[in-house]
């Protein structure tokens, strides 16, 4: 078994807050992190998948396939775009970084060829914090 | 003998905006600025670089002291700019395209005024770990 990583990036406006509570209370739980008319970040994604090389091509997958499938499946739909109002895997849910990596996953899973097995999403929000997500 | 000394603080600050011009319509806008000028703002993670440039003061050895440039940058840029959204939550950027350029311009503006005119200041600013600025030039 081998882990192969594609490493992606997009950029994107966001803001945590929960609708049940007021402006006060967000501020408090989110704090600058709720500013009403959002903020952003440079996302960088590691995607990793899990296989056997291939015994015709030696490959795990073939990781041109691999990007565009990332591109089509996930960057297209949140690169340059607010993730609280344009990105459709995302209604109705907090936008954070946790969230977000889940959703991913869902995005991208459905999509990969035969044999392989999508292992991490792991999404950097910053370059000091970032989140994985095993599927599980 | 020249005995200046390039003295630097790095500083980081999140932050949604868009481009555009308002003098043009829509697929003008996006004919420039492509997806950057897209309605709903998307956002970056700004690094900055500021850079002083002296010689050391005898009586300390600093060219200037880094924690007061650290509060200064802390006080002027980050309250103004961090998780904010350029475009509607600043006044520097209400008639101002918020381009890397024009905010290391705002950033350089807003900080040379607190910094002994004797020292050099030039602002390195990156949008993206691949796109960055310096003003000035």
Redesign the interface.
């Known amino acids: 078994m081998v882990y192969l990583t594609r490493v992606e990036?997009f950029?994107?406006?966001?803001k945590l807050f929960n609708p049940a509570w007021d402006y006060e209370k967000n501020e408090q739980v989110f704090g600058?992190?709720a500013?009403e008319?959002?903020?952003?970040?440079?996302y960088e994604l590691y995607i990793t998948v899990k296989g056997n090389p291939d015994p015709d091509t030696g490959f795990v997958v073939d990781v041109k396939r691999l990007s565009l499938l990332i591109k089509e499946h996930v960057i297209e739909k949140v690169?340059?775009?607010?993730l609280n109002?344009?990105v459709d895997f995302m209604n109705g849910q907090f936008c954070s970084t946790e969230n977000l990596a889940i959703g991913i996953w869902n995005q991208l899973s459905p999509h990969l060829p035969d044999k392989v097995v999508l292992h991490c999403v792991k999404l950097y929000e910053?370059?000091r914090i970032y989140v994985e997500y095993f599927g599980v | 003998m020249n005995k200046k000394v390039a003295v630097f603080r790095r500083e980081?600050f999140?932050?949604?905006?868009r481009l555009f011009n308002p003098d043009w319509d829509d697929a003008t806008n996006t004919d420039v600025f492509g997806?950057?000028a897209?309605p709903?703002?998307?956002?970056?993670?700004y690094e900055l670089e500021v850079k002083v440039v002296g010689e050391p003061d005898p009586k300390t050895g600093f060219v200037m002291d880094l924690k007061k440039l650290s509060d200064l940058i802390e006080t002027e840029i980050l309250g103004r700019f961090?998780?904010?959204?350029l475009n509607?939550?600043t006044e520097a950027f209400k008639n101002l395209n918020p381009t890397a350029e024009n905010i290391a311009i705002v950033i350089h503006d807003l900080l040379r005024p607190h910094i002994d005119e004797k020292m050099d200041l030039q602002i390195r600013l990156y949008e993206?770990?691949r796109n960055f600025v310096e003003y000035p030039a």
């Open positions: 990036h950029n994107a406006a966001h600058k992190c500013n008319n959002w903020h952003g970040h440079n690169d340059h775009r607010n109002i344009d910053t370059p | 980081h999140n932050a949604a905006h997806k950057c897209l709903n703002y998307h956002g970056h993670n961090d998780h904010k959204n509607l939550d993206t770990p």
